[in-house]
C-alpha cells in the first residue's frame, strides 16, 4: 500500500502559472527589475486600498521592516515585547543596538497582557513591540493608553495580520507603525516580502529613504539606510495575488470550522479562541496540549510526524531562552508563567487553502487516536475542497 502525502503545517497559495507569465514578459520588455519600478507603485497603490490603509512601504521581508521601523522611528535603550513569537521580532531590536524586555503573556489570546507591560516600564523605555500572535488582534486600546501615559512609540509585529480587521477597521491602522509579513509560508504571499504601514506621508517617506540606503536624490544621501526594497517579480506576484487572498481566506475559514467541530470537548485540548469583534484570517491553527491530555504534546506532534504530519510547535523554544536573550534578567523563566506554559503546549496543525477536508479528518484521526476517544465517521459528502474552491 503507498504512503500517504505528506502534510506540512502550511503550503503557499500560488496563482496559476499561466496568469503570472505576462507579468514576467512586461518586466523582460522593460528591463525594470527593482527600485521603486511600475509592479512596485501599482501593487503599494492596491495593497493599500486591499487592506484599508492609507500608507504602505513594501520591503524584501518582514525582519527588514521591522529593523527599518525601528530605525526610522530612532528607537534606543528599552523595549518591551513578547517572548512567545518568532525569533525574528526580538533580532530586530538587537540589530539596533536596543535591550529587548521580556513582558508575560495574556493566556487567552497569547497576545503581550497590558499589565505586565506596565509592569516592565523603566527610565530606558522607549517603545513597546507587541505581535498580534496568529493573526489575533492585540488589545490595541490598553496598549495604546499605556504607550500615551508613559510617551512610549508602539511598533506591532504583524506579520500574521493580513487583512485582520477589528471593530470594522483593519488592525494595522493601530499604534505608530505595523509591519506585515509576505513570507513564503504566510496567508498572503510574494514568495519573500513584507511591508511597513505608516499613519502619514513624512513617515511614509523617511521609511522609503532608508529601505533605499538613505538616498533623497541621486547624490544625497540623508541617513544610515539599508536595501530593504522588494524587488519588481515579487510585486507582481503580489498584485496578481490580491486577485486570490479573499478565496484563500475563505478556504482557511472553512478549515478551521471543521477542526473546531471535531476537535470540540477533547480532554485536555484547548483550541485557541476564535478573536472578539474582529474578522480573523485563520493564518494558524494552534491548539494547546494540557497535562489533562493522554499524551504529552511533544509525543503527539511525534505521533502525527509518525502518520507524516508535520504540525510545528510556533512558538518553541520561547525567544528568551535562545543563547543571546536568556542573560537578559526579563528572560528568567519564573517571570513568564504563562508563555511558558503555552510554549510547552502548542502545536499548530496544518492549515491552508489546498489542505482538503479529507486531510483534516486524517490529521484529526491521529489526534483523537491519541486523545484514546472514539473517532467518529468522515460525512459521505465531504465538502468544497480547496483546490475546487481555487478553480471555481
Ligand atoms: N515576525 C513574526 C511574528 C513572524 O512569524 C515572522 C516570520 C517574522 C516576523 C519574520 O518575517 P520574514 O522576515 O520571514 O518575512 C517560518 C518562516 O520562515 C517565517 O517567515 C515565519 N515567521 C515563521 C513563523 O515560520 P520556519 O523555520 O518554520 O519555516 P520552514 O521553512 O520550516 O517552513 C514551514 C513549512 O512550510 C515547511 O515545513 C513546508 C512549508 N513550506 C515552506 C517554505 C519556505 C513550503 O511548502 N514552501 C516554502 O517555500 O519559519
Known amino acids: 500500500m503507498s504512503q500517504p502525502q505528506p502534510i506540512y503545517v502550511t503550503q503557499p497559495d500560488l496563482p496559476p502559472l499561466a496568469d503570472f507569465l505576462p507579468y514576467l514578459e512586461k518586466i523582460w520588455d522593460n528591463r525594470v527589475l527593482t527600485n521603486g519600478g511600475p509592479f512596485h507603485k501599482q501593487f503599494e497603490a492596491e495593497l493599500a486600498t486591499y487592506l484599508g490603509v492609507k500608507h504602505i512601504s513594501l520591503f524584501t521581508n518582514a525582519t527588514i521592516a521591522l529593523v527599518t521601523a525601528l530605525q526610522s522611528l530612532r528607537i534606543t535603550g528599552e523595549v518591551i515585547t513578547t517572548p512567545y513569537s518568532f525569533v525574528a521580532t526580538a533580532h530586530s531590536l538587537l540589530w539596533n543596538g536596543i535591550k529587548p524586555v521580556f513582558a508575560d503573556i495574556d493566556p487567552t489570546t497569547l497576545n503581550l497582557d497590558p499589565a505586565r507591560i506596565e509592569a516592565a516600564i523603566t527610565p530606558q523605555t522607549t517603545a513597546i513591540m507587541p505581535i498580534h500572535c496568529y493573526g489575533t488582534p492585540c488589545d490595541v486600546e490598553a496598549i495604546q493608553r499605556i504607550a500615551d501615559d508613559y510617551n512610549l512609540k508602539v511598533i506591532y509585529d504583524a506579520a500574521h495580520a493580513f487583512g485582520v480587521r477589528r471593530e470594522g477597521e483593519s488592525v494595522l491602522t493601530h499604534g505608530d507603525l505595523s509591519v506585515l509579513s509576505f513570507h513564503a509560508t504566510k496567508v498572503?504571499?510574494?514568495?519573500?516580502?513584507?511591508?511597513?504601514?505608516?499613519?502619514?506621508?513624512?513617515?511614509?517617506?523617511?521609511?522609503?529613504?532608508?529601505?533605499?540606503?538613505?538616498?533623497?536624490?541621486?547624490?544625497?544621501?540623508?541617513?544610515?539606510?539599508?536595501?530593504?526594497?522588494?524587488?519588481?517579480?515579487?510585486?507582481?506576484?503580489?498584485?496578481?495575488?490580491?486577485?486570490?487572498?479573499?478565496?484563500?481566506?475563505?478556504?482557511?475559514?472553512?478549515?478551521?470550522?471543521?477542526?473546531?467541530?471535531?476537535?470540540?470537548?477533547?480532554?485536555?485540548?484547548?483550541?485557541?479562541?476564535?478573536?472578539?469583534?474582529?474578522?480573523?484570517?485563520?493564518?494558524?491553527?494552534?491548539?494547546?496540549?494540557?497535562?489533562?491530555?493522554?499524551?504529552?504534546?511533544?509525543?503527539?506532534?511525534?505521533?502525527?510526524?509518525?502518520?507524516?504530519?508535520?504540525?510545528?510547535?510556533?512558538?518553541?523554544?520561547?525567544?528568551?531562552?535562545?543563547?543571546?536573550?536568556?542573560?537578559?534578567?526579563?528572560?528568567?523563566?519564573?517571570?513568564?508563567?504563562?508563555?511558558?506554559?503555552?510554549?510547552?503546549?502548542?502545536l499548530c496543525l496544518p492549515i491552508y487553502p489546498a489542505l482538503t477536508d479529507e486531510d483534516v479528518f486524517r490529521i484529526v484521526d491521529v489526534i483523537r487516536t491519541a486523545s484514546r476517544v472514539a473517532v467518529p465517521a468522515a460525512p459521505a459528502a465531504a465538502t468544497i475542497s480547496g483546490a475546487e474552491l481555487l478553480a471555481a
Open 188 to 346: 498572503f504571499n510574494t514568495f519573500e516580502g513584507g511591508a511597513i504601514i505608516s499613519p502619514d506621508a513624512k513617515t511614509k517617506q523617511r521609511i522609503d529613504h532608508l529601505k533605499n540606503f538613505g538616498f533623497v536624490n541621486e547624490t544625497t544621501v540623508v541617513a544610515t539606510g539599508i536595501n530593504g526594497k522588494m524587488s519588481e517579480f515579487n510585486a507582481a506576484l503580489g498584485l496578481l495575488q490580491l486577485q486570490h487572498v479573499g478565496r484563500a481566506i475563505e478556504r482557511r475559514r472553512q478549515i478551521d470550522a471543521l477542526y473546531r467541530d471535531l476537535l470540540a470537548g477533547l480532554p485536555g485540548l484547548r483550541l485557541v479562541d476564535k478573536p472578539v469583534n474582529a474578522t480573523a484570517n485563520q493564518s494558524y491553527f494552534p491548539i494547546l496540549v494540557g497535562p489533562q491530555f493522554a499524551t504529552s504534546r511533544d509525543a503527539l506532534y511525534q505521533r502525527l510526524k509518525d502518520q507524516g504530519i508535520h504540525a510545528r510547535r510556533y512558538f518553541y523554544p520561547l525567544i528568551s531562552d535562545f543563547p543571546m536573550y536568556r542573560g537578559l534578567p526579563s528572560a528568567d523563566p519564573a517571570g513568564l508563567p504563562v508563555a511558558r506554559a503555552a510554549s510547552a503546549q502548542v
